[in-house]
């Protein structure tokens, strides 16, 4: 799974999106994350999540990026676990969540890293952003966690 991720994470970078926004990725490798997180269990997808970060930073982003997607990455992963454990969400509101939580903890680092306050007056884009690429991240996923592969999977968490 964790060498999926990384692919999905190769493939996105080399997709440029023509949005003309900084730093706005489909974040396809969190399609992994999510089906893990409903299929496997939550330490499973925290390790691929943290792996693929560390990986794909240093193999197609730098020591900035790595930042970035790490923070982002963490905050996200907890976001999605308390929202799925609420038993409110589907997979598609817990991916809404988790993308506009990334995107939040991208803005922390940058307006951290930066040390500019005005970098978060970025942040509603990006939420905006991030919950039509969360909801497509969702969208993908729902197919997928419903194939016969994951109807007897015993999740342990």
């Known amino acids: 799974m964790t060498a999926l991720a990384i692919i999905f994470g190769y ?3 080399l997709i440029p999106l023509p949005i003309g926004a900084y730093g706005i990725k489909l974040g396809l490798a969190n399609i992994v994350v999510l089906i893990m997180l409903y299929s496997v269990n939550l330490y499973g997808a925290f390790s691929v999540n943290i792996v693929r970060i560390i990986l794909c930073a240093l193999l197609f982003g730098s ?3 790595f930042w970035y997607s790490l923070i982002g ?3 996200s992963f907890f ?12 997979p598609l509101g817990v991916s809404i969540c988790g993308a506009v939580a990334h995107n939040v903890g991208q803005t922390a680092v940058a ?3 930066m040390n500019e306050f005005r970098i978060a007056l970025y942040l509603p884009i990006l939420l905006i952003v991030g919950a039509i ?6 969208i993908i996923s729902i197919p997928i966690l419903k194939a016969p592969i994951f109807k007897n999977t015993k999740k342990v968490e």
């Open 11 to 13: 493939i996105e970078h």
């Open 63 to 65: 020591f900035t990026s």
């Open 73 to 75: 990455g963490i905050l």
């Open 79 to 90: 976001v999605m676990v308390l929202i799925k454990r609420t038993n409110r969400f589907s």
């Open 111 to 113: 307006v951290i890293l």
């Open 133 to 138: 690429t969360g909801a497509l991240i969702g």
